[in-house]
């Protein structure tokens, strides 16, 4: 005990008391401790550590007792000499299995959390497209974070504080009594008189605490907010830079002076700890004093004594937020098990198959589809950071039914909103339907291994998503084991090997933020090397509506070509050169398919089709 002991006890003062209050479901501190089962052996050692620790705090009083009692005050140098030594090798040994202890807990507590956060990396994995819509990424991220991170500090405080404390108070407690029962009750009376101002000043400090992190994070946001790339563009266009400047002083002083409050209000609560352990010691001595002059105590037994209550304070002081640091604990493992416990709402049925290799059909019956609403993905529980609901889902499609055959090519066209991007969504099965059915080959989407699934359905999307990585790592994202060869045969067909290549690190350079920024057009083409490297059997695209210039128009357009050919495909179309091409247009308003046929079926109708066209395309056309 002594400084780490001090700082324990402090440590578990800061934490929010109020987690006293909230309810936790029943089980999950089984839950809690069936995480530590795996450590058993490495918790064995640690008690052992600790008890043994324990063990030599309480003898080295003793051995200051016999140095007094039977080597000051009898004239024995000798004795004196070797008890000293003992006490400073046993000091030793202390401090060794100190820090032993301190490994064992952080050790112990860093493994249950590798164990937690790779659990939560894979399910969270597994949750459909829906979750990532309606969760915000960041704050989802950020909140498993402190989850995780509270688990693993309270897992450590309860090893080393409470574990720790108590092993040591019941032998501190042993110790005292018998060496004078009536002190120790005195002692014991005294203890509300420490432990209260501690917990006023804990509560404090708490207040300061929490206020300062929220004082900080609203000065970080304002940075993040401003000189993030997108935020750092409007700042320049519309921003008032003094006002800006004004404002973020304003944040920044309360920052600093809060600063200030947190360290005196620490300072505080420690010179009261010390203050306490003084005033007991002088109590201590006074009492002792006088009981040793009336020969009803030796002075041995009054030093062993004094030495004892030192420490009882602090490892009560320790025990005292118990319930807070339990909780804590308990609370950031229900928050994790909450997000464990979502059932992911698209997974593999049981008696799945996978749809073989080979050329595929696909084929749309009377499909009725709507969003999931926030419940129905199971975020209740994550309200706080889930985009908050508003009216029940509506209808999104209702009666969609066509047959693509192997190798064609179907075009969806129609306003914005009609749900073009949402049929593409439902090949992949990145949703249910609620009525009819999708399926490939015959084989309903639900029935299919959904590895197989992905395997055989590629898609490029309007915005082409790469990950902040190099390109080479991008492209092997769809393809593992591709050679350079490869990748460099993807590059040249999509149209953008050229500009790879002229690139200082090639394959090698980083896209991204801090990387090659790419066109919208560019990306598009990586992605569709992307595909092509996947090669698989259909092929959804959803053609970019921004206008590009005619170069790279041309260049996307060869792309998509070599990206289509010999492909069952979908394409959302834009382009007029797509849907000449196309063996069905299929016309979608309002979630339905409204007309149907070739292009120049479609223009006879004189419907919505020959509308569309006439204010798209009668100019390009
Ligand atoms: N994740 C979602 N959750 C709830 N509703 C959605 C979601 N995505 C789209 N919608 C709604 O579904 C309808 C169809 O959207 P969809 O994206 O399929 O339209 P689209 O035809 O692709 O339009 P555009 O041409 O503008 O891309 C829209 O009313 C849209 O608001
Ligand atoms: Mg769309």
Redesign the pocket.
């Known amino acids: 005990m002594g400084m780490a002991g001090m700082m324990g006890s402090m440590r578990s003062f800061m934490q929010d008391a109020s987690v006293v209050k909230q309810k936790v479901r029943p089980g999950t501190a089984k839950r809690m401790v069936r995480f530590a089962v795996p450590y058993a052996g490495l918790l064995a050692l640690f008690l052992f550590v600790v008890i043994l620790d324990a063990s030599i705090g309480i003898v080295n009083p003793l051995i200051y007792r016999a140095i007094i009692n039977n080597g000051i005050l009898k004239g024995n140098a000798t004795l004196i000499i070797r008890l000293a030594v003992l006490a400073g090798i046993l000091g030793l040994f202390g401090s060794a299995l100190g820090l032993a202890q301190a490994y064992l807990s952080a050790t112990v507590g860093a493994r249950v959390v590798l164990a937690l956060r790779t659990k939560l990396f894979d399910h969270i994995q597994q949750m459909p497209l829906a979750f990532f819509?309606r969760v915000q990424t960041g704050a989802l991220v950020s909140r498993l974070n402190t989850d995780v991170g509270g688990a693993q500090s309270a897992f450590t405080d309860i090893l080393s504080n409470v574990v720790g404390n108590s092993v040591t108070l019941v032998l501190i407690l042993g110790a005292m009594f018998v060496l004078s029962w009536q002190m120790t009750l005195a002692a014991l009376i005294l203890v509300p008189l420490f432990i209260l101002p501690a917990r006023f000043w804990g509560r404090k400090l708490q207040e300061i605490m929490r206020e300062s992190f929220n004082l900080m994070a609203a000065m970080n946001s304002l940075m993040v907010e401003r000189f993030n790339v997108a935020g750092a563009h409007v700042a320049k266009l519309f921003g008032r830079p003094q006002d800006e400047s004004k404002e973020f002083r304003a944040k920044a002083a309360r920052v600093s002076a809060i600063g200030v409050k947190t360290t005196i209000y620490g300072r505080l609560f420690g010179t009261a700890l010390m203050l306490m352990v003084i005033f007991a010691t002088a109590f201590a001595y006074g009492w002792g004093g006088v009981l040793a002059v009336q020969h009803r105590l030796d002075v041995g037994t009054v030093v062993a004594f004094v030495s004892y209550l030192g420490r009882l304070y602090v490892t009560l002081m320790g025990l005292s937020n118990i319930q807070v640091s339990l909780m804590t604990a308990l609370v950031s493992f229900e928050r994790v098990f909450e997000v464990l416990d979502l059932p992911p709402m698209i997974q593999d049925h049981p008696q799945a198959i996978a749809i073989p290799s080979g050329p595929a059909q696909i084929s749309f019956d009377r499909v009725a589809f709507r969003?999931p609403s926030a419940s129905e993905v199971s975020l209740a529980s994550l309200e706080s950071i889930a985009v908050p609901d508003k009216t029940p889902?509506q209808t999104?499609l209702s009666d969609i039914t066509f047959v693509a055959e192997p190798g064609q090519l179907v075009a969806l066209v129609?306003p914005?909103?009609?749900?073009?991007?949402?049929i593409t969504h439902l090949v992949a099965r990145l949703y249910d339907v609620q009525n009819g059915s999708v399926s490939i080959n015959g084989i309903d989407v639900r029935q299919a291994k959904l590895d197989s699934l992905h395997q055989r359905v590629g898609t490029v999307m309007q915005d082409a998503h790469l990950f902040h990585d190099t390109i080479r790592a991008n492209l092997l994202y769809a393809k593992p084991e591709a050679t350079d060869v490869e990748l460099t045969e993807a590059l040249r067909a999509a149209q953008i090997l050229p500009l790879i290549v002229s690139l200082p690190k090639g394959l090698d350079t980083l896209v991204g933020d801090r990387g090659y920024r790419f066109s919208g057009g560019e990306k598009q083409r990586l992605a569709i090397a992307r595909l092509l490297l996947k090669a698989p059997e259909i092929v959804i695209l959803d053609e970019a509506t921004a206008h590009l210039d005619s170069e790279s128009e041309a260049a996307i357009h060869e792309a998509f070509e070599i990206a289509l050919r010999g492909r069952t495909s979908i394409v959302?179309a834009h382009r007029l050169s797509t849907i000449l091409k196309a063996d069905q247009i299929l016309v979608?308003n309002e979630g339905r398919i409204v007309e149907r046929g070739t292009h120049a079926e479609l223009l006879e109708r004189r419907g919505l089709y020959a509308e569309l066209y006439r204010r798209q395309f009668a100019d390009a056309g």
């Open positions: 819509t969003y889902e999104v129609g914005s909103g009609a749900g073009k991007t949402t959302i979608v």
